[in-house]
């Protein structure tokens, strides 16, 4: 089968679409005919070598498809189904080997493609609107890069939960997507902290903050008193050693480092999040915006857009 490997870390150069023998499910696992793989920032990570990426070397950590054939003692999955996944390494492939259970059945309404999509800047969304900050009905919500694949799904979900969100942006065509997901106000990141306060008075209740390095000071001026920024993500960079006295001198407020993993480490919660997620896309209430499609062979470009900030929503390859 083709597949992008990493031979050895660097920039996006290092990656190569080569044939590699078709992987074979083991006890426990599911082989599956990829229909798409998300592009997410975590495989530029695995990319450089920031995060391991163990043999064989195949990138992409989401994707979705059809169950081609079952490991001995799988029993709730069977060949034909549709599924996809999350955090499970070797997507950016023809075919890829999951563990059962961690294998997402598709509902009737969701498409391998749609999927691949939406489970992993999703699920996230779901976990940061619901368990990292619970939000409620009328909380001010600050939401970087507001037109991203996180920013558009962030957006959205605080709306359904009743938020007022506001939202930074670099470019205006980036700004009339983030308000057609439903952003109340939007702006760029000159000053944002003081537009915030200028139109909250005391600040918002949470800021969504994937950007890290560049926007991180600005977010913390950004809350009110004994706000919390999540801090999910630096694709700006990351944020240098912080002294925790200035959280109680800025107003008793709490940072959190949250990832995906520490949010769906039981199948219970991975399925519950996943259910909720896919009965949203499948009433239309949320809506998914995949602003780019690339073949398997331009998976180069495909990062080097995302690093460079030329894309919105999601990104996908198209194996
Ligand atoms: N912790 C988790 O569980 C989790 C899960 C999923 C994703 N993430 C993180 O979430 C962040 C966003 O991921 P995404 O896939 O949705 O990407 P994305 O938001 O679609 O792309 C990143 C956006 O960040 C903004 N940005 C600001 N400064 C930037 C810079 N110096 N370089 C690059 N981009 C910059 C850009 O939007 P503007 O042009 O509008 O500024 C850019 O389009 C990433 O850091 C990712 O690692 C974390």
């Known amino acids: 089968m083709r597949a992008v490997v990493v031979p050895s870390h660097g920039d996006s150069s290092a990656m190569e679409v080569t044939e590699v023998p078709d992987p074979v499910p083991g006890p426990g696992e599911v082989l599956v005919e990829v229909a798409a793989s998300g592009v997410n920032f975590i495989d530029v990570y695995h990319r450089e070598g920031r995060y391991p990426l163990p043999p064989p070397r195949v990138v992409g950590s989401e994707g979705a498809g059809t169950v081609s054939a079952v490991g001995d003692g799988v029993t709730d999955i069977v060949v034909g189904d549709r599924v996809g996944w999350v955090n499970i390494l070797g997507s950016y492939a023809e075919k890829a080997v999951i563990p059962a259970a961690r294998a997402i059945v598709l509902p009737g309404g969701v498409s391998p493609e749609v999927a691949a999509a939406v489970l992993l800047q999703g699920l996230t969304t779901h976990y940061l609107t619901h368990s990292t900050h619970e939000i409620r009905q009328g909380d001010d919500v600050l939401v970087h890069a507001a037109a991203g694949g996180m920013g558009l ?3 959205q979900v605080a709306k359904l939960r009743g938020a007022r969100v506001l939202g ?20 760029g990141y000159d000053g944002f902290a003081e537009c915030v306060k200028d139109l909250t008075g005391s600040g918002v209740h949470v800021v969504y903050d994937g950007v890290g390095a560049a926007t991180f000071e600005g977010s913390l001026a950004s809350l009110r008193p004994r706000g919390l920024l999540a801090l999910y993500g630096a694709a700006s960079g990351p944020v240098p050693p912080f002294d925790l006295q200035r959280l109680n001198q800025a107003g008793g407020l709490f940072v959190t480092r949250p990832s995906l993993g520490w949010y769906t480490s039981t199948r219970e919660e991975l399925l519950a999040r996943a259910d909720e997620l896919f009965g949203w896309v499948a009433s ?14 331009d998976v180069r470009r495909a990062h080097d857009d995302l690093e460079a900030r030329r894309t919105t929503g999601k990104v996908l390859l198209i194996p």
């Open 153 to 155: 799904l962030l957006t």
């Open 168 to 187: 930074t942006v670099s470019t205006a065509e980036k700004e009339k997507l983030a308000r057609a997901a439903g952003a109340d106000e939007v702006f």
């Open 284 to 297: 239309g209430a949320l809506k998914v915006h995949v602003s780019q499609r690339y073949p398997l062979e």
